[in-house]
């Protein structure tokens, strides 16, 4: 990872994690190349391309400051469902459905660039927001580098937060489409087979390769994607 990666994924993490909330003072331009002996240009560039993702606002004058938490999901910024619940007022919890070993079918392969059939660790996991089903998770992760994923407990910490600290992220492709749930989708997310939902698909790197394959669906009437772009002439 370059040291420029380097720098926003010291911000994201401090971010997700918490450290940082909303409104926290970001490290200036100054003090982030001093710490990772890089130029003023180079901090002032990661600093603006996390300021396009929404994720901290920079105010002439003042500084750099983390952006205010909204009810609304970015889908330029990769989020933690928990703290995005909790951020609204709302109790959280998650039921494990699912948690194994098993081959990778021909998609889940291509998908995390291993040869079919190769062992991959599968988990799913209803996360609820007041006790409705808000987003019915399916993830399928490369053992080789997360090795120790089915020893966690995904009823007490997300696999977002779990795998931010064991393999970070630097890099995710998103694709979005609009579906009508099968009948297990309806069983989980408690709704009727006519309702809308929104589904992403997800995958995610470090910088060992892809780490995550991730299928997320959200029933339409309880979920909002947004986003700011900013364009640059």
């Excluded at 993702?53 to 952006?67: F, K, M």
């Excluded at 589904?199 to 700011?228: D, E, M, N």
Aim: proline share 6%.
């Amino acid at each position: 990872m370059n040291k420029f990666s380097k720098i926003k994924q010291h911000i994201y993490l401090k971010i997700e994690s918490g450290e940082w909330p909303e409104n926290h003072p970001v490290s200036s331009e100054n003090a982030l190349s001093a710490q990772f002996s890089v130029s003023r240009m180079t901090a002032r560039r990661a600093l603006q391309e996390l300021a396009d993702e929404g994720l901290v606002i920079r105010t002439q004058g003042s500084g750099t400051y983390v952006a205010p938490i909204k009810s609304q999901t970015s889908f330029m910024a990769i989020r933690n469902i928990a703290d995005e619940v909790r951020s609204r007022g709302h109790d959280y919890r998650a039921k494990v459905h699912m948690l194994k070993e098993q081959p990778a079918s021909t998609q889940v392969a291509e998908a995390l660039e291993l040869e079919e059939g190769s062992p991959v660790f599968h988990s799913l996991i209803t996360h609820f927001e007041n006790d409705l089903p808000v987003q019915l998770e399916e993830r399928f992760v490369n053992p080789k580098l997360v090795p120790d994923y089915l020893k966690q407990d995904y009823s007490k910490v997300t696999p977002h937060e779990y795998l931010c600290v064991v393999s970070p992220l630097t890099e995710a492709s998103h694709q979005i489409e609009a579906i009508l749930p099968v009948n297990t989708l309806c069983q989980y997310l408690s709704i009727d087979r006519h309702e809308p939902c929104l589904r992403i698909l997800r995958r995610t790197w470090s910088s060992g390769g892809v780490v995550t394959f991730a299928t997320l669906t959200h029933p339409g009437s309880r979920f909002k994607l947004g986003g700011h772009l900013t364009f640059k002439e």
